[in-house]
């Protein structure tokens, strides 16, 4: 595959998922912004209005052989004191995240 074919699957991935923060949470679409593909840090920037309904540093990967340690690292080295989080995608799949097993439990603590 292209570079510019890889990078524009990532964008889509980039903005079907700013897409669900948008249309599920209710976020504001203008405190949401895809990253330029290339650039360094999170995926998708966020507001102070959005970080605080969604507390994530969002990392996005759409391939087909994904390194799913490599992935979380970067999200971590990414992650500026938020939860790192990995949106995971490949051809014909459903969309699926990465987040640390022990936060994800206490998500469900009473």
């Known amino acids: ?6 990078k524009a699957k990532g964008r ?3 903005q079907k998922f700013r897409n669900m923060l948008v249309d599920i949470l209710g976020l504001d679409e203008d ?3 895809s990253r330029p593909m290339g650039s360094a840090g ?3 920037i966020m507001g102070k209005q959005s970080r605080d309904k969604f507390p994530y540093s969002i990392e996005c990967k759409n391939q ?8 979380y690292d970067q999200a971590s080295k990414n992650c500026k004191g938020y939860e790192p989080l990995v949106v995971l995608k490949r051809n014909r799949s459903k969309v699926l ?3 640390d097993a022990e936060h994800f439990v ?3 603590k009473d």
């Open 106 to 108: 206490k998500l469900h």
């Open 31 to 33: 405190d949401l912004e």
């Open 97 to 99: 995240v990465l987040l």
């Open 1 to 6: 595959m292209k570079p510019s074919s890889a």
């Open 12 to 14: 889509l991935l980039q």
């Open 42 to 44: 999170e995926d998708i």
């Open 64 to 71: 087909e052989a994904i390194n799913i340690w490599k992935s």
